[in-house]
């Protein structure tokens, strides 16, 4: 299997490998960006079949940025709007002879079964409620910049667990990397079996308690889109399950409060928290550039 | 009038408990004897099968097939279903009634026999529960049974309305009419693409929980307590159903089930983002599979099915939560029986003919599934032992969604006789 199509069969050295290449295409403060042209006369094709933009736009700087030609193709304006079947687009995308196909569709194991009939190396940039690997390692990344390794950290990740591939990819790999992972969320949005994902694993339903000496704190969007039904009302939610200036008290002194956004101000965090001094939000989208190309650089035919 | 003798072969007929090397006389259609003496009268010019080395046994009978015909001929027909099923030793195939027209008035259950007149093996109707399969009113039952129509069911659209099944088994215990019910709580499976369990939480897809087909049987054997109906669980996949239904049989209710193969062979294991292993119910967990293993060697199981369920080219070519359920069935199943039971020495090969046979026959009160002189001359010739690859693109069905396109099997049917006809014999 060419390609990027999850965290869970990647071995820890790989995801060491993407994580130290990423250092060298993060941005200096105050200098131009790095470059590359390791992708030159290369084409990279991103195929959104779901709203993005952060993530769309960070592949396309990424592939910029290492030289590749770049086409950026969404659900709304292709031919996926005429009720062509994804088997039908991705043959005629097949045909352009792209080096990677950049996806995100809203079905888990869209990228599988693309894989399954192209050649081309696909990867992930996000699968329906499966994984969200880009997003896993420059999370890991955003970390390493502030901890020195990703061992024996205690990581809260609290909210909609069930629908969230961040979550997925986040537990497979911080388990790999022998982490302490406390997830915390209401039973409908977390089931108890998602303790067994991985090892070193567990379920604390209580926020408070699951935040207590955390080093890391990762939020969830709650994923109104992705619920079949309502569980939970938006002020129950936020009571019970919102990350509130209080809390913080309660984790390790230089805690690092992460959101894979888009952020829900008031929802599942409080704006104090998300502008707060602990808060990597920014630090998370700015690394998502230099991850992506080291993705790239890597996966690229 | 024709005659054939089947000379040398291992005949077993679970029926009866026959099992030794014998011959099989066949005149006009029909069983004339088996035995090593030719019985009466028996013509000498009558042609003459060698099975040496090779299983004589009764033709398969499978209780739960979708055919298509009327309204879904792009995917499969009573001809290509009818051929497929014979290349599977399937000589009867009760047809589900998810057709269009739904099969839920006797001028549909007439037209499935009269186009199934020409199919390689016998058709036997199953008729609907409901009108439409909608599940609002009680379909035109006795009239259906008049017809020619083997048992009800509204499988695919199971009933949720307790009141409505309540009332169908009352009529369908009047009329005599077996109830074949598809066990789901659509409320909780709703959404759901898979098993629901860890490989559904890593995979991040819907999950379908075992406590939707539970409750779903459990209601339907109370219910048939209540009405005193004949019950047949269609495909039970899970290991607390297979609880249920065993209790009521050991309360002598008239109760039975079926299982899929593919729910003896497959766990949820093996979907990975496949169209070709989204089936309902689905593929279980290893527990819910081996259980389903253990109730066919203590006989709770009445008879393997098949579900096989074509659907046409592009439809199981898209994304997991897109595509439709079910697979192909008729050619596989014995092969992969075989190697699931009998080669796993869990069963014998009588235990295992006599789920293809007799079994399911019984069930629905059918003559066929037996070797008994006087019965029809339907049978199959077996080299359990031959391996073989099965190619979905050679298949006989219209459609290919399988998930065992390429995969080697030990054991394959060669010939198949319907009414002393040969109507398959393998390459």
Same mark, same amino acid.
């Given at each position: 299997?060419?390609?990027?199509?999850?965290?869970?069969?990647?071995?820890?050295?790989?995801?060491?490998?993407?994580?130290?290449?990423?250092?060298? !295409?993060?941005? *200096?403060?105050?200098?131009?960006?790095?470059?590359?042209?390791?992708?030159?006369?290369?084409?990279? &094709? +991103?195929? !959104? /079949?779901? *709203?993005?933009?952060?993530?769309?736009?960070?592949?396309?700087?990424?592939?910029?940025?290492?030289?590749?030609?770049? &086409?950026?193709?969404?659900?709304?304006?292709?031919? &996926?709007?005429?009720?062509?079947?994804?088997?039908?687009?991705?043959?005629?995308?097949?045909?352009?002879?792209?080096?990677?196909? &950049?996806?995100?569709?809203?079905?888990?194991?869209? *990228?599988?079964?693309?894989?399954?009939?192209?050649?081309?190396?696909?990867? +992930?940039?996000?699968?329906?409620?499966?994984?969200?690997?880009?997003?896993?390692?420059?999370?890991?990344?955003?970390?390493?910049?502030?901890?020195?390794?990703?061992? +024996?950290?205690?990581?809260?990740?609290?909210?909609?667990?069930?629908?969230?591939?961040?979550?997925?990819?986040?537990?497979?790999?911080?388990?790999?990397?022998?982490?302490?992972?406390?997830?915390?969320?209401?039973?409908?949005?977390?089931?108890?079996?998602?303790?067994?994902?991985?090892?070193?694993?567990?379920?604390?339903?209580?926020?408070?308690?699951?935040?207590?000496?955390?080093?890391?704190?990762?939020?969830?969007?709650?994923?109104?889109?992705?619920?079949?039904?309502?569980? /939970?009302?938006?002020?129950?939610? !936020?009571? !019970?399950?919102?990350?509130?200036?209080?809390?913080?008290?309660?984790?390790?002194?230089?805690?690092?409060?992460?959101?894979?956004?888009?952020?829900?101000?008031?929802?599942?965090?409080?704006?104090?928290?998300?502008?707060?001094?602990?808060?990597?939000?920014?630090?998370?989208?700015? +690394?998502?550039?230099?991850?992506?190309?080291?993705?790239?650089?890597?996966?690229?035919? | 009038?024709?005659?054939?003798?089947?000379?040398?072969?291992?005949?077993?007929?679970?029926?009866?408990?026959?099992?030794?090397?014998?011959?099989? =006389?066949?005149?006009?259609?029909?069983?004339?004897?088996?035995?090593?003496?030719?019985?009466?009268? =028996?013509?000498?010019?009558?042609?003459?099968?060698?099975?040496? @080395?090779?299983?004589?046994?009764? @033709?398969?009978?499978?209780?739960?097939?979708?055919?298509?015909?009327?309204?879904?001929?792009?995917?499969?027909?009573?001809?290509?279903?009818?051929?497929?099923?014979?290349?599977?030793?399937?000589? #009867?195939?009760?047809?589900?009634?998810?057709?269009?027209?739904?099969?839920?008035?006797?001028?549909?259950?007439?037209?499935?026999?009269?186009?199934?007149?020409?199919?390689?093996?016998?058709?036997?109707?199953? %008729?609907?529960?409901?009108?439409?399969?909608?599940?609002?009113?009680?379909?035109?039952?006795?009239?259906?049974?008049?017809?020619?129509?083997?048992?009800?069911?509204?499988?695919?659209?199971?009933?949720?309305? $307790?009141?409505?099944?309540?009332?169908?088994?009352?009529?369908?215990?009047?009329?005599?009419?077996?109830?074949?019910?598809?066990?789901?709580?659509?409320?909780?499976?709703? %959404?759901?693409?898979?098993?629901?369990?860890? #490989?559904?939480?890593?995979?991040?897809?819907?999950?379908?929980?075992?406590?939707?087909?539970?409750?779903?049987? =459990?209601?339907?054997?109370?219910?048939?307590?209540? #009405?005193?109906?004949?019950?047949?669980? $269609?495909?039970?996949?899970?290991?607390?159903?297979?609880?249920?239904?065993?209790?009521?049989?050991?309360?002598?209710?008239?109760?039975?089930?079926?299982?899929?193969?593919?729910?003896?062979?497959?766990?949820?294991?093996?979907?990975?983002?496949?169209?070709?292993?989204?089936?309902?119910?689905?593929?279980?967990?290893?527990?819910?599979?081996?259980?389903?293993? #253990?109730?066919?060697?203590? @006989?709770?199981?009445?008879?393997?099915?098949?579900?096989?369920?074509?659907?046409?080219?592009?439809?199981?070519?898209?994304?997991?939560?897109?595509?439709?359920? @079910?697979?192909?069935?008729?050619?596989?199943?014995?092969?992969?029986?075989?190697?699931?039971?009998?080669?796993?020495?869990?069963?014998?090969?009588?235990?295992?003919?006599?789920?293809?046979?007799?079994?399911?026959?019984?069930?629905?009160?059918?003559?066929?599934?037996?070797?008994?002189? %006087? $019965?029809?001359?339907?049978?199959?010739?077996?080299?359990?032992?031959?391996?073989?690859?099965?190619?979905?693109?050679?298949?006989?069905?219209?459609?290919?969604?399988?998930?065992?396109?390429?995969?080697?099997?030990? %054991?394959?049917?060669?010939?198949?006789?319907?009414?002393?006809?040969?109507?398959?014999?393998?390459?």
């Amino acid at each position: 299997m060419t390609g990027l199509l999850g965290i869970a069969p990647l071995s820890r050295e790989e995801l060491e490998q993407i994580l130290h290449r990423s250092r060298d !295409f993060q941005t *200096p403060s105050n200098e131009p960006s790095p470059r590359t042209e390791s992708l030159r006369g290369k084409l990279v &094709v +991103n195929v !959104f /079949f779901e *709203p993005s933009t952060r993530t769309r736009v960070s592949f396309e700087i990424a592939a910029k940025r290492l030289g590749a030609d770049v &086409v950026s193709i969404t659900a709304s304006g292709s031919s &996926v709007s005429k009720g062509e079947s994804l088997v039908d687009t991705l043959n005629t995308l097949g045909a352009m002879r792209p080096h990677a196909i &950049v996806m995100r569709h809203q079905a888990s194991g869209a *990228p599988h079964f693309l894989a399954r009939h192209l050649p081309t190396p696909i990867i +992930n940039a996000g699968d329906g409620q499966h994984e969200h690997p880009t997003q896993a390692l420059l999370d890991a990344r955003t970390i390493l910049d502030h901890r020195d390794s990703l061992e +024996n950290l205690r990581v809260v990740i609290i909210g909609d667990l069930a629908h969230s591939r961040v979550a997925r990819s986040n537990i497979h790999l911080l388990s790999k990397f022998g982490a302490e992972i406390i997830l915390c969320g209401p039973s409908p949005l977390l089931p108890a079996g998602m303790a067994d994902l991985a090892p070193g694993v567990r379920i604390e339903r209580d926020v408070p308690r699951a935040i207590h000496g955390a080093d890391v704190i990762m939020m969830l969007r709650v994923q109104l889109e992705r619920q079949h039904e309502s569980n /939970f009302s938006a002020t129950e939610y !936020f009571q !019970f399950y919102g990350l509130r200036l209080e809390h913080l008290a309660l984790a390790s002194d230089n805690v690092l409060v992460m959101h894979p956004g888009p952020i829900n101000r008031g929802r599942e965090i409080a704006s104090e928290v998300a502008d707060s001094t602990r808060s990597v939000i920014l630090n998370q989208v700015e +690394n998502g550039v230099a991850v992506r190309m080291a993705v790239l650089e890597r996966y690229s035919r | 009038m024709s005659s054939m003798r089947i000379d040398n072969g291992r005949v077993i007929d679970p029926a009866s408990g026959f099992d030794q090397t014998a011959s099989v =006389f066949l005149r006009d259609g029909i069983v004339a004897g088996i035995g090593v003496e030719a019985p009466p009268n =028996f013509p000498e010019d009558a042609q003459r099968l060698d099975a040496t @080395g090779l299983v004589v046994a009764p @033709g398969f009978v499978d209780l739960h097939a979708h055919l298509r015909e009327p309204g879904f001929d792009h995917a499969e027909s009573l001809e290509t279903g009818g051929l497929a099923a014979a290349a599977g030793g399937f000589t #009867t195939v009760c047809c589900m009634p998810d057709t269009k027209p739904v099969n839920d008035n006797p001028a549909i259950t007439r037209y499935i026999i009269e186009r199934a007149r020409d199919a390689a093996v016998h058709v036997r109707p199953i %008729g609907a529960i409901s009108k439409g399969m909608l599940g609002e009113d009680v379909a035109a039952i006795g009239s259906m049974r008049e017809a020619g129509a083997v048992a009800i069911s509204d499988d695919g659209a199971p009933v949720m309305n $307790a009141r409505l099944m309540r009332r169908a088994m009352e009529l369908a215990s009047d009329f005599g009419m077996p109830v074949i019910t598809d066990c789901e709580d659509d409320n909780l499976s709703r %959404g759901g693409v898979m098993h629901e369990g860890l #490989t559904s939480l890593r995979m991040g897809l819907r999950g379908i929980p075992a406590l939707a087909e539970d409750l779903m049987t =459990f209601r339907d054997i109370e219910l048939a307590r209540t #009405t005193g109906a004949q019950l047949h669980i $269609a495909h039970l996949s899970t290991a607390k159903s297979l609880e249920f239904v065993k209790r009521a049989r050991e309360e002598g209710m008239r109760v039975t089930c079926e299982v899929c193969v593919h729910h003896l062979a497959l766990s949820d294991e093996h979907v990975q983002y496949d169209g070709n292993y989204k089936i309902k119910p689905p593929l279980r967990s290893t527990t819910d599979m081996e259980a389903l293993r #253990t109730g066919i060697q203590e @006989g709770v199981i009445s008879a393997i099915a098949t579900d096989h369920q074509p659907h046409a080219g592009s439809d199981k070519m898209q994304e997991f939560d897109q595509c439709p359920f @079910g697979i192909l069935g008729f050619e596989t199943a014995f092969a992969l029986s075989l190697e699931t039971l009998y080669h796993q020495k869990l069963v014998t090969l009588p235990q295992l003919l006599a789920l293809f046979t007799c079994g399911p026959a019984q069930v629905l009160g059918l003559t066929s599934g037996t070797l008994r002189e %006087g $019965a029809l001359a339907d049978l199959v010739l077996l080299d359990i032992n031959r391996w073989w690859q099965y190619d979905v693109n050679q298949s006989f069905s219209k459609s290919r969604n399988s998930p065992f396109h390429g995969r080697y099997f030990q %054991g394959r049917v060669l010939t198949t006789i319907v009414e002393g006809d040969v109507v398959w014999q393998s390459p």
